[in-house]
């Protein structure tokens, strides 16, 4: 076997982070002592990476020194090349609960212990400073900066870890390796080179050409290598893209050997940067080749400034590096399928020749109306695969997630749509009403806005389970905080569809109608913290249905949503 594959990037060996039985047994028996800190799902996979060795030479979660390096210089402390930081940050609460010196517990969200921190710092993140560095861009429309300012903790602590046993995964198993295990493998195999190629999305036919050519090219077998960390909202859920990468195995050639392998990490989209430390986790894999797609792990182009990162940039920064790696990069060609040839080629060798091409976005769109996808796009066992995962949107399940001021006439609107859609038939129908979920789910919450806002968080997980399941949900809260309904938007859309109704009726007639004299107590101060009063109602940035039920009957507004959703295709 040669040197670059038996070796981590940096020359150095793989490393392990998972104790002996007998150090874990004996930090199992500490932990009832320690401060706990729950990880999040793309916590859990960090951790997961930093035990099995793929983030080598990385021994714990990085301490201060080492972020701001990266951070400054994409050099850890010690001048080994790292991209981007791997940290763990946590909420203030948690921060002002741990200190240097000390060990903590890290637990998932069901209190299982996988491993024990030994913390060297804590430290108060820079947003902003970070957003900069790593991303290129404070622009929250950014998927990785709107994480980074919404989502991610103010605080970050860091120290080496040491790990009892690696996360529990159930799906798949059969598929999910360590990088040693990896190695194993390809020298069992025989493997002198290997391509590692990266995606996040399945595998169409342009994509499996891709591959071949660069298999030819490096004269080396695949190591097919999706990520199944958690993707961007409204992507195909893991275990379609799986199912469906399987698939796609079966179609190369025998003599072409190749290995399916799931990776379990959560992109950034911080493009060049990522590219990077992908190419860093392939070459820990035992991968010899790497092959860079333009606008490599780059989030989709913003609307009027066009694209976060230039599309060579990517392919650009990590063959810099390829030789301090010892890992060979192979870029994407520019593939075309061009229908005289029934093949696809070089676009430079189109030549005029009529040429067939098609976008995500278009094949989302042809699944979702029911129409069949052509061959020369993808292969019909993945094409069948998706169908039954991706049903037209007159089958699949949907919510309708209607907000605005009390009083503005969502809940009426709400329930006529609600009686109009079981009159059609076809789906379960459920109206998830504010008062109804605060008697029936939500009874021991008040009304601050703490509360509030979990009582909308509640509805929104209840519409993601009824969508999930191909029914039809329908919200009627006040829902005022722009930051949960994009939270709720994002969590339906992995799994169906999700359509905002902004009933826009101004505060004035609101106020005038006022059915349970609550604006009137407000007013007099006997309720405090009221929607539209003494606090604001953030309004929906873009809704797929605004009414204005100033002049407007319910059943006006109602017949206003059920067009809607026969024109855009959720009803017939």
């Not at 940096?10 to 490393?15: F, I």
């Not at 007998?22 to 999040?40: G, I, P």
Request: net charge negative; aromatic share 8%.
């Amino acid at each position: 076997m040669s040197e670059s594959l038996s070796t981590a990037p940096h020359g150095g060996e793989l490393v392990n982070l998972v104790v002996s039985e007998d150090r874990a047994a004996e930090l199992r028996d500490l932990s009832l002592n320690l401060e706990s800190v729950v990880l999040t799902d793309p916590q859990l996979s960090d951790l997961e990476l930093l035990a099995n060795g793929a983030y080598s030479p990385l021994r714990g979660f990085m301490s201060k020194m080492d972020c701001d390096q990266v951070l400054d210089t994409m050099r850890l402390s010690d001048g080994l090349l790292w991209p981007i930081p791997i940290c763990l940050d946590v909420d203030e609460e948690t921060a002002r609960r741990v200190s240097v010196g000390q060990t903590v517990a890290l637990r998932d969200a069901e209190g299982f212990m996988p491993a024990v921190m030994h913390v060297e710092d804590v430290w108060p993140v820079d947003r902003t400073a970070y957003a900069q560095a790593v991303f290129g861009t404070s622009d929250v429309a950014h998927p990785g900066v709107d994480r980074l300012f919404h989502r991610m903790g103010s605080h970050i602590i860091g120290g080496p870890v040491e790990v009892l046993s690696l996360p529990l995964r159930f799906g798949f198993r059969h598929l999910r390796h360590t990088p040693e295990e990896i190695r194993t493998l390809f020298k069992k195999l025989g493997w002198r080179s290997v391509v590692g190629f990266h995606t996040e999305k399945v595998l169409h036919r342009p994509e499996f050409e891709q591959t071949l050519r660069s298999m030819a090219h490096a004269r080396a077998n695949l190591l097919l290598h999706p990520v199944i960390g958690r993707i961007r909202p409204g992507d195909m859920d893991t275990y379609t893209r799986v199912r469906c990468y399987m698939e796609v195995c079966d179609q190369y050639p025998p003599s072409s050997m190749t290995t399916l392998s799931l990776l379990p990490y959560t992109m950034r989209y911080a493009g060049p940067r990522e590219a990077l430390l992908h190419a860093i986790i392939r070459k820990n894999y035992g991968c010899t080749h790497f092959m860079v797609a333009p606008c490599h792990a780059s989030p989709e182009a913003r609307n009027s400034n066009g694209a976060y990162y230039d599309p060579d940039a990517a392919f650009s920064l990590v063959a810099t590096h390829s030789g301090e790696l010892n890992l060979s990069v192979l870029q994407y060609e520019d593939l075309v399928y061009v229908e005289e040839d029934g093949a696809y080629v070089n676009r430079s060798q189109a030549n005029g020749r009529k040429i067939l091409s098609m976008t995500e976005d278009t094949f989302k769109k042809r699944l979702l109306e029911g129409k069949k996808t052509p061959t020369w796009f993808t292969f019909p066992e993945v094409a069948r695969e998706m169908e039954r995962s991706y049903p037209p949107k007159s089958i699949q399940g949907f919510t309708l997630f209607c907000t605005g001021l009390s009083g503005a006439g969502k809940s009426t609107i709400a329930r006529i749509v609600c009686a109009r859609l079981q009159e059609i038939g076809g789906r379960p129908v459920t109206l998830l009403d504010g008062d109804i979920v605060r008697k029936n789910l939500s009874s021991e919450l008040g009304f601050s806005k703490e509360h509030r806002d979990i009582n909308v968080r509640r509805i929104g997980y209840v519409a993601g389970e009824i969508t999930k399941n191909r029914g039809i949900a329908i919200c009627a809260p006040i829902a005022p905080y722009g930051t949960t309904r994009r939270h709720i938007r994002r969590s339906i859309e992995s799994h169906g569809g999700f359509v905002e109704v902004f009933v826009a009726t101004p505060l004035s007639v609101c106020e005038k109608r006022d059915p349970k004299g609550l604006y009137s107590k407000a007013r007099s101060g006997l309720i405090q913290g009221f929607t539209g009063v003494d606090d604001p109602y953030e309004e929906p940035e873009h809704p797929e249905v605004i009414l204005d039920t100033t002049a407007m009957t319910p059943e006006e507004a109602a017949q206003e949503v059920l067009l809607y959703l026969e024109r855009t295709g959720y009803i017939r």
